[in-house]
């Protein structure tokens, strides 16, 4: 297994991407912190599915734009595994979607603090006890095109997580490998609630790969990136959206 005796948190957890890429982390051997913020019921299953097979892993709530509620995970990580060597910032969100015209300043920020502050705050308290390892970060196509309507504010943090991932890979390289994925059309809650039925057959029919993609699509890319199989990959962006975009 890939990742036998090594530990790794898994922030958005409870669901989806998060939820997929950490039963497939488990079951290469990792043992799994699990961060969820409304989505309990997941990241709980999960926990039972990961320790019933032999595996050790917890489920901790926590609002990762708040420095109390990341400092936490990372702590009972430590205390329960002894180690990080994977953290996968996958917590985020669209949270509504609205034109710059319309924009309150307060979703601005909230858009940001999601998507990139998080990000920022669970990569430097997860530094502070990692000297080898992986960072996997989740951006997102609409940091490559600029979002559908109303995403700015959502595009602009993504974009950003990108060009974080390239600085960190300078700054954190060798001894830690930092990359990032930009998913576009996969089958999740978030498309659930923010994309139009219509736009998703839409895509269906026109996209290469004539499908949209599932959470296990994207966990399958997380942990390659997570492992020693792409220790030669660093400071990419990589796009998996079934050829609708080509960078």
Same mark, same amino acid.
């Given at each position: 297994?890939?990742?036998?005796?090594?530990?790794?948190?898994?922030?958005?957890?409870?669901?989806?991407?998060?939820?997929?890429?950490?039963?497939?982390?488990?079951?290469?051997?990792?043992?799994?912190?699990?961060?969820?913020?409304?989505?309990?019921?997941?990241?709980?299953?999960?926990?039972?599915?990961?320790?019933?097979? @032999? %595996?050790? $892993?917890? +489920?901790?709530?926590?609002?990762?734009? /708040?420095? =109390?509620?990341?400092?936490?995970?990372?702590?009972? *990580?430590?205390?329960?595994?002894?180690?990080?060597?994977?953290?996968?910032?996958?917590?985020?969100?669209?949270?509504?979607?609205?034109?710059?015209?319309?924009?309150?300043?307060?979703?601005?920020?909230?858009?940001?603090?999601?998507?990139?502050?998080?990000?920022?705050?669970?990569?430097?308290?997860?530094?502070?006890?990692?000297?080898?390892?992986?960072?996997?970060?989740?951006?997102?196509?609409?940091?490559?095109? @600029? %979002?559908? $309507?109303? +995403?700015?504010?959502?595009?602009?943090? /993504?974009? =950003?997580?990108?060009?974080?991932?390239?600085?960190? *890979?300078?700054?954190?390289?060798?001894?830690?490998?930092?990359?990032?994925?930009?998913?576009?059309?996969?089958?999740?809650?978030?498309?659930?609630?923010?994309?139009?039925?219509?736009?998703?057959?839409?895509?269906?029919?026109?996209?290469?790969?004539?499908?949209?993609?599932?959470?296990?699509?994207?966990?399958?890319?997380?942990?390659?990136?997570?492992?020693?199989?792409?220790?030669?990959?660093?400071?990419?962006?990589?796009?998996?959206?079934?050829?609708?975009?080509?960078?």
């Amino acid at each position: 297994m890939k990742f036998t005796g090594q530990a790794a948190i898994v922030t958005g957890g409870g669901r989806d991407i998060g939820l997929a890429a950490a039963r497939k982390l488990a079951a290469e051997g990792a043992s799994v912190a699990i961060n969820y913020f409304s989505s309990g019921d997941g990241a709980d299953t999960a926990v039972q599915e990961i320790t019933a097979a @032999g %595996g050790k $892993a917890f +489920a901790l709530q926590g609002d990762l734009t /708040k420095p =109390a509620d990341v400092d936490a995970l990372v702590a009972k *990580a430590m205390d329960d595994f002894g180690r990080i060597d994977v953290l996968v910032n996958n917590a985020g969100g669209l949270i509504a979607r609205k034109k710059v015209a319309e924009m309150p300043l307060e979703h601005w920020q909230a858009v940001m603090d999601l998507n990139l502050t998080s990000t920022f705050l669970m990569t430097h308290a997860c530094l502070q006890h990692m000297k080898t390892g992986t960072i996997v970060n989740l951006a997102s196509q609409a940091g490559r095109d @600029g %979002g559908g $309507a109303g +995403a700015v504010a959502y595009a602009a943090s /993504k974009g =950003a997580v990108m060009t974080m991932t390239r600085g960190l *890979a300078k700054e954190l390289g060798p001894d830690i490998r930092v990359n990032a994925l930009c998913p576009g059309m996969i089958d999740t809650d978030f498309h659930n609630v923010h994309t139009p039925d219509a736009a998703r057959r839409g895509l269906e029919a026109n996209a290469p790969a004539r499908r949209q993609g599932i959470p296990e699509d994207t966990a399958n890319l997380i942990v390659f990136l997570a492992s020693e199989d792409s220790g030669f990959i660093t400071g990419t962006n990589i796009d998996i959206n079934g050829g609708m975009l080509f960078s």
